[in-house]
């Protein structure tokens, strides 16, 4: 029953976006309604918030790779390509300034 109860939670309330405070909250009406011992709330709480965060983690990764390879799709210039760029064009100015001396 309990097992059945956490996945149901789980899946329900969506553990990735779950606060500390509304896990504590959800775990103290299970409590109040005897659900659960206060010992298995504990346990609840602590499980649910470490699979919030893995999975809060997990979903930035899925997002950073997604976004980075969209971005390289589009085939932009990097960081390091602007400054090589603005480097070349520093050395022609300068070129062309040295030229227009003589």
Do not use: C, H, P
């Not at 997002?63 to 980075?68: A, F, L, S, Y």
């Not at 390879?69 to 400054?83: F, G």
Request: no cysteine; aromatic share 4%.
């Amino acid at each position: 029953m309990k097992e059945m109860l956490k996945n149901v939670v789980y899946a329900g309330l969506g553990a990735a976006f779950l606060t500390k405070e509304k896990i504590e909250e959800l775990t103290k009406d299970l409590i109040e309604k005897g659900k659960m011992s206060q010992e298995e709330g504990k346990q609840f709480v602590d499980e649910l918030l470490r699979k919030s965060e893995k999975a809060k983690d997990q979903l930035d990764l899925w997002i950073n790779k997604r976004v980075e390879d969209r971005i390289s799709q589009l085939n932009l210039a990097t960081k390091d390509e602007v400054a090589e760029l603005r480097r070349k064009i520093e050395e022609l100015q300068v070129a062309l300034n040295r030229g227009d001396g003589q």
